[in-house]
C-alpha cells in the first residue's frame, strides 16, 4: 500500500484532511478577492496594504492565546468553533459586497476579526496532526496533508481569479463562507484526547504556559534562527504577494492572471509534496534550506518580465522550493517538540515569523511609489536571498537529522 493510503487508514486523519484541504480552498479564493474588491472600491496600493496588513496583525495579536488554548482545551473543539464563527463573519463580509454597502474600512475591520479568529485555530490545526497517526507514519502523515491542502489552494486561486470577473469579488467571498463552515463540520468529526488535563492546565496562568513555550523555543539553535528568517522572508514576500503581485501582474495581463499565478504557486507545492514522498533526505533543514534559495524566483520574475509563462515558472520554482523547506520543518517541529508543547511551540513559530508581516504590507506600497513597482520587486528578492543563505552557516541547522526510519 501507498503511504498515502496508509495514512487514510485512520479516520481521525481523513477528518482532519478533509476540513483543512476545505479550508484551503477558501483560504486561496479570499485575498484574491478581498484584493480586487478593494481596487473595484477605488482602492489604492495604500489602502490596500493596509487592508491585509490589519488582517495580519490581528492574526499575531490573537496566535499566542490560540497556542496556549490549544494545549490547555480540545484542538478539534477550537478547530471546529473558530471556523463556524469565521464562517458568518465572512457571509456578512460577502453580504456587503453584494449589496454595495462595504467600505474600505469595513473590509478592514472584517478581514481583522477573521484574521484573528483564524489564529486561534491555526496553532491546534499544526499540533493536532501528530494525535491522528501512528508516530511511524507523522512524515507521510504531514505531507498528504500539505498535499491535498495545496492542490485545493490550486483550484481556489483558479476559481477566485474567475469568479471575480464573471461575477464579482462579493460572490468569491460567499463562497468562502461557504467553505469555513463545511471545514467546521469536517473537525467535528475528529475524536482525539486533550493533551494535558484541564484540572492541571487551569491552575496555570496565560503568561506561564506562554513563558514556557518560549524557553522551549529558544532550547532549539535550528528552531529559533528559522524562525528568524522567516521574519525577514515575510517582511519582504508579503507585499509582493499581497500588494504588488495583484497590481503588477493583474494590472497588466488582467485579473485571472493573477489567480493563475497562485494556481502556478501552489503547482509548484505540490510538485514539491509529491517529492517529498519519495524523497526522504537525512538532514531535513539542510535540504530545506537549499529548495527555499528557490523562492527568489517568484518576485524576479514578477520584476523582469511581462510574459504570463515567465511569472508562472518564477511562482512554480517559488511554491516547489517552499514546500521541501516547510515539509522538513514541520517534520522537525514534530519530531523534536514535546506533544503537550506543540500548539504553543507553533504559535511561537507563527508569531516570530509573521511579525513584521503588516509592516512589511503597509510599506510597500509607499515604497513601490518611490522607487517604482519593479524595483521595489527586485529588493525583495536580494533581501530574500540574503535571509535564506544566512542558516547555511548554523551548524544546528545543517546537521538536524530526521529521526523517523520510514
Not at 15 to 24: D, Y
Not at 28 to 53: E, K, R, Y
Not at 210 to 234: C, D, F, N, P, Q
Request: hydrophobic fraction near 55%; glycine fraction near 12%; aromatic fraction near 8%.
Amino acid at each position: 500500500m501507498s503511504d498515502a493510503g496508509r495514512v487514510r487508514q485512520y479516520p481521525n486523519f481523513r477528518w482532519l484532511v478533509s476540513g483543512t484541504t476545505i479550508n484551503s480552498l477558501g483560504n486561496a479564493i479570499s485575498p484574491i478577492a478581498l484584493a480586487f474588491a478593494v481596487i473595484d472600491l477605488g482602492g489604492s496600493a495604500t489602502q490596500l496594504g493596509i487592508v491585509v496588513a490589519v488582517y495580519a496583525l490581528a492574526d499575531l495579536v490573537a496566535v499566542l492565546g490560540g497556542g496556549v488554548l490549544g494545549d490547555r482545551l480540545s484542538r478539534s473543539l477550537m478547530m471546529r468553533v473558530t471556523n463556524a464563527v469565521a464562517g458568518v463573519i465572512q457571509g456578512i463580509v460577502a453580504l456587503a459586497l453584494i449589496a454595495g454597502w462595504a467600505t474600505i474600512p469595513f473590509l478592514a475591520v472584517a478581514g481583522g476579526l477573521i484574521g484573528a479568529i483564524g489564529s486561534l485555530s491555526g496553532p491546534s490545526s499544526q499540533a493536532v496532526t501528530n494525535q491522528t497517526v501512528p508516530e511511524a507514519l507523522l512524515r507521510q502523515a504531514i505531507t498528504v496533508r500539505r498535499l491535498s491542502q495545496n492542490i485545493a489552494q490550486i483550484a481556489g486561486a483558479g476559481v477566485a481569479g474567475l469568479l471575480v470577473s464573471w461575477i464579482d469579488p462579493g460572490g468569491a467571498v460567499a463562497v468562502d463562507a461557504a467553505t469555513f463552515l463545511l471545514a467546521a463540520v469536517c473537525f467535528a468529526g475528529i475524536r482525539v484526547p486533550t493533551v494535558r488535563e484541564m484540572a492541571a492546565s487551569s491552575a496555570r496562568t496565560f503568561v506561564h504556559d506562554a513563558r514556557e513555550g518560549l524557553r522551549e523555543v529558544m532550547r532549539h539553535t535550528w528552531l529559533w534562527s528559522l524562525i528568524a528568517m522567516a521574519l525577514v522572508y515575510h517582511l519582504f514576500f508579503g507585499g509582493a504577494q499581497g500588494v504588488l503581485g495583484p497590481i503588477v501582474v493583474g494590472g497588466s495581463l488582467g485579473p485571472a492572471a493573477w489567480g493563475y499565478a497562485m494556481s502556478a504557486l501552489m503547482a509548484g507545492f505540490v510538485a514539491g509534496g509529491l517529492l517529498c514522498l519519495r524523497w526522504k533526505p537525512r538532514r531535513i533543514l539542510l535540504a530545506g534550506e537549499v529548495g527555499l534559495l528557490l523562492t527568489v524566483c517568484f518576485p524576479l520574475a514578477m520584476a523582469l518580465s511581462e510574459q504570463l509563462w515567465v511569472v508562472l515558472l518564477g511562482a512554480v520554482l517559488h511554491g516547489f522550493g517552499l514546500e521541501i523547506f516547510s515539509v522538513g520543518w514541520d517534520l522537525a517541529i514534530q519530531e523534536n517538540i514535546p506533544a503537550d508543547m506543540l500548539a504553543r511551540v507553533y504559535s511561537f513559530d507563527q508569531l516570530g515569523s509573521f511579525l513584521a508581516r503588516p509592516l512589511g504590507l503597509a510599506l510597500t506600497g509607499p515604497m513601490a511609489a518611490w522607487v517604482g513597482n519593479h524595483d521595489w520587486l527586485l529588493v525583495i528578492a536580494v533581501a530574500m536571498f540574503v535571509a535564506e543563505a544566512i542558516p547555511f552557516a548554523l551548524p544546528a541547522v545543517r546537521r538536524l537529522e530526521r529521526r523517523s526510519t520510514r
